[in-house]
T-cell receptor, first 111, second 116 residues
Framework: SQQGEEDPQALSIQEGENATMNCSYK?????LQWYRQNSGRGLVHLIL?????REKHSGRLRVTLDTSKKSSSLLITASRAADTASYFC???????????FGKGTRLSVIA | GAGVSQSPRYKVAKRGQDVALRCDPI?????LFWYQQALGQGPEFLTY????????KSGLPSDRFFAERPEGSVSTLKIQRTQQEDSAVYLC??????????????FGEGSRLTVL
């Protein structure tokens, strides 16, 4: 079963705009990770945020975590056509169980 | 190569055939994971190894699925008597830490299985 639920399922924006994707989960976590997957390729790790962190930045990526609401958001600023991909959140439950992925958000950035 | 390598990239099997999918993890990575990804879905956990020990196989959908990692490096996922619902991309991932994947996972490109 998949714990994380990304929202929206699909997002289409113009190049230069910001893209925001949300992830909700059901049970307590050790950490939450975001991955990117280009069509027909494997997943690439983007960023990890621990349960005691609230915000993290990496380049044009900003991730927030609200454990009280069991939700996270991924913001991509100044999007580029090359950002077109599917983005997945993945959670690690307390107790060190393996990563559980959501269904993903398909992002299309139009040049 | 430096990354996780999977083979074959594409496999077409007739229903009832057995298939074997190979994963060569990053050298030195202790943990190895198999995930199944259906079209338009996120990856679903199948099984996890720490070195040669299979510590969690709770995600294997049936006893037709079998995974091994006999020397703690290369792993093989075997599917016996394939069915159409087995059609999916099978992803392998590895990580260095000895825990069950609380850190970053490094994924291969996947093996796309189509069962006719």
């Amino acid at each position: 079963s998949q714990q994380g639920e990304e929202d929206p399922q699909a997002l289409s924006i113009q190049e230069g705009e910001n893209a925001t994707m949300n992830c909700s989960y059901k049970t307590s976590i050790n950490n939450l990770q975001w991955y990117r997957q280009n069509s027909g390729r494997g997943l690439v790790h983007l960023i990890l945020i621990r349960s005691n962190e609230r915000e993290k930045h990496s380049g044009r990526l900003r991730v927030t975590l609200d454990t009280s609401k069991k939700s996270s958001s991924l913001l991509i600023t100044a999007s580029r056509a090359a950002d077109t991909a599917s983005y997945f959140c993945a959670t690690v439950h307390s107790g060190n169980t393996p990563l559980v992925f959501g269904k993903g958000t398909r992002l299309s950035v139009i040049a | 190569g430096a990354g996780v390598s999977q083979s074959p990239r594409y496999k077409v099997a007739k229903r009832g055939q057995d298939v074997a999918l190979r994963c060569d993890p990053i050298s030195g990575h202790v943990s190895l994971f198999w995930y199944q990804q259906a079209l338009g879905q996120g990856p679903e956990f199948l099984t996890y190894f720490q070195n040669e020990a299979q510590l969690d196989k709770s995600g294997l959908p049936s006893d037709r699925f079998f995974a091994e990692r006999p020397e703690g490096s290369v792993s093989t996922l075997k599917i016996q008597r394939t069915q159409q619902e087995d059609s999916a991309v099978y992803l392998c991932a590895s990580s260095f830490p000895r825990d069950s994947g609380t850190g970053e996972l490094f994924f291969g490109e996947g093996s796309r299985l189509t069962v006719l």
